[in-house]
């Protein structure tokens, strides 16, 4: 059984996704033992209470930097025995998580990495004004800079004639990042992913 904390900021809509994904069962072998939240007044926190998984909320501006504030939350995840760290809209720099927990925190970001992974605004907006006919969204390790890392999977979400910016996003949400992250925690749990440098192999897949 994997023992797996989420980081999240907001309302939780990824965090939803990977509820909804264990509610019907498509995550074997996973135990969402806490949801950890950056906000006291996060629409996230009502979610974990209907879920009945346990929340804590660990606001950053009672630490001096985001140095303590990442060792704050890595200490709280190793007190848990906690195997996976899922980020699902967490807007805090990952700092010394990503390290104890190397190879051990999946993501997904809103664009087909690496287009877009330094883009100082949302990159969804980038791939509007760029003309880009298609775009995504990629589901990841992070690396030990708690950054993005090797790459579990993608999906493609065509961009559609005059679309809108909130069109958009809500699109590739709803087409993709909600599809990504559950699936990739799926195969983290049962034990198929492998990361060789930068590239992970997904065992089993053709």
């Not at 939780?12 to 806490?34: C, K, R, T, W």
């Not at 501006?61 to 060792?71: D, I, V």
């Not at 967490?90 to 104890?100: A, C, F, K, R």
Request: a negative charge; glycine letters at 6%.
């Amino acid at each position: 059984m994997v023992r797996a904390a989420i980081l999240v900021s907001g309302n939780g809509m990824l965090f939803q996704s990977v509820l909804d994904a264990m509610y019907f069962g498509e995550i074997p072998d996973f135990q969402l033992v806490a949801m950890i939240c950056t906000e006291p007044n996060a629409y996230a926190l009502r979610r974990a209470t209907n879920a009945n998984v346990e929340a804590f909320v660990v606001e950053p501006e009672n630490f001096a930097t985001k140095l303590s504030y990442s060792m704050a939350i890595s200490n709280k995840l190793r007190d848990m025995d906690i195997d996976l760290v899922i980020i699902a809209g967490y807007d805090m720099p990952l700092g010394v998580i990503s390290t104890q927990f190397r190879n051990r925190i999946i993501g997904v970001y809103p664009s087909l990495i690496p287009a877009f992974v330094n883009c100082d605004d949302s990159p969804v907006r980038a791939a509007l004004e760029r003309g880009c006919r298609v775009t995504g969204a990629t589901a990841f390790f992070a690396d030990i800079d708690g950054n993005i890392g090797p790459i579990i999977s993608q999906q493609a979400v065509n961009i559609l004639p005059d679309e809108r910016l909130d069109s958009l996003k809500q699109r590739i949400m709803e087409e993709a990042e909600w599809k990504l992250l559950p699936h990739a925690i799926a195969l983290f749990c049962q034990g198929k992913l492998e990361i060789h440098g930068d590239r992970v192999i997904i065992r089993g897949e053709q």
